[in-house]
């Protein structure tokens, strides 16, 4: 019924939305839940925003951009999607787990695949490739608790598994070309670090229990052959890409157009986020040489203890960015190289690599990304605390 009014006509109760409650669906609400689900690339859009006011815009911003790098990066995401889609990493899980029958044994395997792989295909290609095969042996063993400390580990074996060659990590070759190190030379640097690590790395693995791993789901799947040597070629000519045989804006076209037709859903399952992440670093990072009192505060620190601050340099902008803003800074490459090794360990922008570790991961378990960041310092940091220590060592 309508109600009546003072006047005496009746009057139509109208439910309108006030402009406060307007902005907490419309706006703050999405807002807060973009921020949760994606608080990596909002603090690193936070952090470019800060140097874009201390560096206003121009044409030099251009320059900032590794596309090689993002190109790499939007090619294999896009690739292994598309291998995700016939199954192939079940079949490889499947395998691995007939073969190496325990939870140590797997772990060792993912780990040391992934340390050998970085020295071959680099850091971010190594763990692209084969974060979603350690996912997959987890998942279908029913062992997903364990994803946190595997995929940790596997990061550190990316960061580490190829600071014993030039070419082994972006920082290495840029720091063998600008100095223009002789190769027995850079590996006598880099050897003893290299040295520990895999023993850290292989002693740490040891501590998982040695559990019998059994598959949940034994299903069988067939690989479609024709797709599987498809996309087998593509992820080929995704890191010859790295390798600077294919050029980038060729090899990526090619890609692109190629998964168009075979899998347009691969194209769409690219983490698009990740590449807007490294693509703010690249901004906060290049605005950040160009500070002049960041500029003035570095001369004045490196030479009092290079390895040192190498290494806290990479916890706030990055290894790789860091080998090159304190290569204008110091001679003594001794120390510089294995700091930006080193220093590749640590927070989760100390590398790339790690952000890329860490949105696999939450892409898996979103709810345990607390608890993942804490493993990911507290390991991190130690490694780190030992590799310093060592290497501190050898250069007294």
């Known amino acids: 019924m309508r109600a009546a009014s003072l006047n005496g006509r009746p009057s139509i109760h109208r439910n309108h939305k006030s402009f406060g409650d307007f902005c907490s669906e419309y706006v703050f609400r999405p807002v807060t839940a973009f921020a949760k689900k994606q608080a990596v690339l909002c603090i690193a859009l936070i952090a470019m925003t800060i140097t874009c006011i201390a560096v206003p815009v121009d044409k030099t911003y251009l320059t900032y951009f590794d596309l090689r790098t993002l190109a790499t990066l939007f090619c294999t995401l896009a690739v292994v999607s598309a291998f995700s889609h016939i199954h192939l990493f079940e079949v490889i899980s499947k395998t691995i787990v007939i073969k190496l029958h325990t939870l140590r044994n797997a772990t060792l395997g993912l780990v040391l695949i992934t340390f050998a792989g970085s020295m071959l295909l680099a850091n971010d290609m190594a763990l692209l490739t084969f974060l979603p095969l350690g996912y997959f042996v987890?998942?279908?063993?029913?062992?997903?608790?364990?994803?946190?400390?595997?995929?940790?580990?596997?990061?550190?074996?990316?960061?580490?598994?190829?600071?014993?060659?030039?070419?082994?990590?972006?920082?290495?070759?840029?720091?063998?070309?600008?100095?223009?190190?002789?190769?027995?030379?850079?590996?006598?640097i880099m050897l003893p670090s290299f040295l520990t690590a895999t023993f850290l790395i292989l002693i740490v693995c040891l501590f998982v229990k040695p559990t019998p791993l059994t598959l949940k789901n034994d299903e069988e799947y067939h690989l479609p052959v024709t797709r599987t040597i498809l996309y087998s070629v593509l992820f080929v000519c995704s890191i010859l890409i790295v390798f600077r045989v294919i050029p980038y804006r060729i090899g990526t076209i090619a890609i692109t157009v190629a998964l168009f037709f075979l899998d347009k859903k691969s194209i769409k399952e690219v983490n698009y986020p990740l590449l807007a992440t490294f693509c703010a670093f690249f901004v906060f990072s290049g605005n950040l040489a160009r500070i002049p009192a960041v500029n003035s505060f570095f001369s004045g620190l490196l030479p009092v203890n290079t390895l040192l601050f190498g290494i806290l340099s990479c916890q706030c902008i990055s290894n790789v960015p860091s080998a090159v803003l304190l290569s204008h800074f110091t001679t003594d490459y001794a120390s510089l190289l294995p700091a930006v090794n080193i220093g590749g360990l640590g927070t989760l922008v100390a590398s790339l690599a790690s952000l890329i570790t860490f949105s696999e991961y939450r892409k898996h378990n979103p709810e345990q990304t607390k608890k993942y960041i804490f493993l990911f310092t507290a390991i991190n940091f130690g490694f780190m605390a030992v590799l310093f220590v060592v290497q501190s060592l050898i250069l007294k």
């Open 138 to 188: 987890l998942n279908s063993t029913d062992n997903k608790n364990c994803m946190a400390f595997v995929f940790i580990m596997q990061n550190i074996a990316a960061n580490l598994g190829g600071m014993v060659t030039p070419f082994g990590n972006p920082q290495n070759l840029y720091l063998y070309s600008y100095f223009n190190i002789a190769t027995t030379e850079f590996i006598q």
